[in-house]
């Protein structure tokens, strides 16, 4: 399903924005006065839903008091919380002290529908519209197997009950006048995880959910949102701790302009931040890894060789095709390997990843592979940072400074899809000019599960395969601000701007073989699915 909302500030889009500032105004207030206590900040966050819908008249739904129900349970996610529902009185800060906590990654879920918000959109439901003819020739009765269409008042009408949802009838109508109702969240889910409860609300089955979001940014109604760890960087900065950002690959553009990296530290350094990384320098080194890997396995050992840097495609291939796991690239991350190289110079300094993945949230807090990530925030929650802090980024003095020059052009294009594979494929031709690197790539989960099927059944034998979850690569993940194309566009300009071409170039390469090794000696290998 294409994304058609995104780049679009909608009422949603708004309504999202004011609820990751707010909640962050709330914190850099309550950090800033030594005076505040947790009674002082509850009152605060118990203003907010009045502040963000005022008055009292309804602007998006039926009622002003439901509207403000939803935006205190979105005020939940955005301070790291769990739903409460309206079923009983609550604070909307309950908890929050314990969710401060510098080593409080997420209860679970991570994904949430917020249920009243819900509209129990109709899911694979063949309906007759008022376009029908009642034409004299019924071609869509004649064809339904189950005899589930009858005429009344000499119009077409389905009888649910029978339908098996089979399609014929709207094929087959000359008229298009039967509609084929799908509920947005699902289509957009790749693995199926998302069903019905028992009054036909969106219900996701977490043992399914690979956390890509996509399921998030195609609601209409806002009805689904991930956690944020606003709260807990907000702390960490105004607490004195050393705290730097690593920086994704797709952030170019993300936050208005044309990649204007000078400026974007500056508002960086304005929030607090110590420091600011590039993960594409993480993505040289991956690059070099999975190479290596593929040269030494493929295809003695493995019949083919899939890329590991998206979690959410990772994960999926590694629990649907669990005889094949082996087939997907352990290869540390690029988050990781940048956070690892961070912590060798920092030692005690917090490290916050910002990119546009709500998976790398799940990635991060996976106990099987340290990764040295303590916060993951999305752009969009970053956006809300700066909107608290009257931060218009565009509108700083660059600090002057060259642009993050160590990481390869190859490198920063990874956040576009095809990205990964290239990267890989020109480390192995740098140093094998003669070595044949066949490559396939998938967009989208469903995209990718079709890639593995084939490739299980044979069809890209020796071949290095490339999935994305997000339709698009990063630059379409669940956290990003600005249109697809734009960002592709911005990422790409950028990514020229290196000196280097190739991942091999990278001073750091040589880091490699000491950033797979834990504190404890145990050699890392990023199986992403704990």
Known sequence: MADTMRGVYTNLTDIRRKVFCE??????????????????????????????????????????????????ERIRLASGLSLQGVDKPNHISDGLAAAAGPEQYYEPPLINVITFACNACKDNEYEVTNTCQGCLAHPCREICPKGAISFVNKKAFIDQEKCIHCGLCAKTCPYQAIHHYVRPCAEACGMNAIGSDEHGRAKIDHDKCVACGQCLINCPFGAIADKSQL???IW??????????????????????????????????????????????????CSVQEAEDFLSEVPDKLPFMGTSCCPAWSSMAKKEF????????MALTPMTLTARMIRKQHPKARIVFVGPCSAKKLEAMRSSVRSEVDFVLTFEEMAGMMDARDIDYLSLADDNKSDFDVASEDARNFAVSGGVTNAVANVIRRDHPDAEVKIACAESLDGCRKMMKDAVKGKYPGYLLEGMACPGGCVAGAGTL???????????????RSPHKNAVDNEFRSLIGELEYSDDGTKSKDDQLE
């Open 322 to 329: 669990p005889d094949n796991a082996e087939c997907i690239s």
């Open 236 to 285: 960490s900065i105004l607490s004195g701790e050393e705290v730097i950002a690593a920086v994704a690959p797709a952030f170019v553009g993300q936050f208005g302009g044309k990649g204007n990296v000078g400026k974007l530290r500056e508002a960086f350094k304005e929030l607090g931040f110590s420091g600011v990384e590039e993960v594409a320098l993480g993505a040289d080194l």
């Open 231 to 233: 709260v807990q960087v």
């Open 482 to 496: 600005q249109s697809i194309s734009k960002s592709k566009a911005a990422v790409g300009r950028y990514a020229k």
């Open 23 to 72: 909640v962050a105004r709330v914190v850099y207030s309550a950090a800033n006065n030594p005076e505040w206590t947790y009674a002082d900040m509850d009152a605060a966050f118990e203003e907010l839903p009045y502040k963000i819908i005022p008055g009292d008249v309804a602007t998006y739904r039926g009622s002003v008091f439901l509207e403000r129900a939803i935006v205190t």
